[in-house]
């Protein structure tokens, strides 16, 4: 699977952005995709998980209620709706695909795409 994330940029405290991750390659709705970021100088970080039907979705807790993963098997990509923007959510953001259930570990996902830098300015 080839990952191609891209809606990153540059947004006040308070506003949207809407990240999208497209795949190419093998089925996609075969895998569970999850979203993860890494900010400067810090590790890489869970920020959420859509199960292969687009039914089951997890969040880290610091993300909850703001953010809203989904995704579009007929179009082959998973999204991620980021509301109410706070400084501490600039990083880049990195999308995932898991050929087995959802999981918060990266160490779970067998292909990644490329980060999108997402940067909330205060």
């Known amino acids: 699977v080839q990952l191609q994330a891209s809606g990153g940029g540059l947004v006040q405290a308070g506003g949207s952005l809407r990240l999208s991750c497209a795949a190419s390659?093998?089925?996609?709705?075969?895998?569970?995709m999850g979203w993860f970021r890494q900010a400067p100088g810090k590790d890489l970080e869970f920020v959420a998980v859509?199960?292969?039907?687009?039914?089951?979705?997890y969040y880290a807790d610091s993300v909850k209620g703001r953010f809203t993963i989904s995704r579009d098997n007929a179009k082959n990509t998973v999204y991620l709706q980021m509301n109410n923007l706070k400084p501490e959510d600039t990083a880049v953001y990195s999308c995932a695909a898991n050929f087995a259930s959802v999981s918060r570990l990266s160490h779970a996902y067998e292909y990644w795409g490329q980060g999108t830098l997402v940067t909330v300015s205060s």
């Open positions: 390659g093998r089925t996609f709705s075969a895998y569970s």
């Open positions: 859509i199960n292969q039907s687009g039914c089951t979705t």
